[in-house]
């Protein structure tokens, strides 16, 4: 079972989730003005230092971004394994992810896929030729996918992971005390946390919280 936590900001945070046994390490690189949990290039390159030490770790950058050009440049920027695309996937669709996936080439592409309802299915399958990864999560007010730290569905996710051909990482409202039924129910490649594993009221990774997780997710 992989396991992948967002957002780190701070190299000791990323030490410590790579001790405790953390596959993709997340980053928000920012593009403008750096917003709550966005990190500048410098530091995001910094970051990823940390973790290259460790070749089989990874290291995502998210962009809510929807423009191609700004896309591109996040992944020229800082430099990343995976571009995780976590904008409003309405306004990414399946070709203009497929010409970014070319363009980036061998970063590899994970889409945010928002779990709602049936709907959900279809469109995961519409993305499964042109990304390597799905991130299966739960959408936000705004548009964007993720950071609510509410779970959704989980049948529709299931359903989307016994379709799919690529590898499927659930997401949303994921903990170290319902990590295991999650994937008792959906069985998915890997799992990811954000809200529950921060430090209350900071950005910070909790490193108890962190090496809590992936240990419930691997039984």
């Known amino acids: 079972m992989k396991v992948q936590i967002y957002e780190h900001v701070h190299s000791?945070?990323?030490?410590r989730s790579i001790q405790a046994g953390v596959d993709f390490i997340?980053?928000?690189p920012g593009v403008d003005g750096l917003s709550e949990g966005e990190v500048d290039f410098d530091l995001c390159r910094e970051l990823y230092e940390v973790a290259a030490r460790h070749p089989d770790v990874f290291c995502n950058a998210l962009t809510t971004?929807?423009?191609t050009d700004v896309i591109v440049g996040v992944v020229q920027r800082a430099r990343p394994d995976v571009l995780h695309?976590?904008?409003?996937?309405h306004k990414t669709p399946p070709a203009q992810v497929a010409e970014i996936r070319r363009t980036i080439s061998p970063v590899k592409v994970m889409a945010a896929i928002p779990v709602t309802d049936e709907s959900s299915v279809e469109l995961a399958l519409s993305y499964q030729?042109?990304?390597d990864y799905f991130l299966l999560d739960t959408p936000a007010p705004d548009g964007d996918i993720g950071a609510t730290g509410h779970m959704h569905d989980?049948?529709?996710s299931a359903d989307?992971?016994?379709r799919s051909q690529i590898p499927v990482i659930l997401a949303g409202g994921?903990?170290?005390?319902n990590v295991r039924e999650a994937i008792r129910r959906v069985e998915p490649w890997g799992v990811d946390s954000f809200t529950h594993t921060n430090e209350p009221g900071s950005r910070r990774k909790n490193p108890g919280l962190v090496k809590a997780f992936a240990a419930a997710a691997r039984g």
């Open 12 to 15: 000791d945070d990323v030490r």
């Open 26 to 28: 997340g980053v928000k």
């Open 65 to 67: 971004a929807t423009e």
């Open 85 to 89: 695309l976590s904008g409003n996937i």
């Open 129 to 131: 030729g042109v990304v």
């Open 154 to 156: 989980l049948t529709v």
């Open 160 to 162: 989307i992971v016994r």
């Open 174 to 177: 994921l903990e170290a005390g």
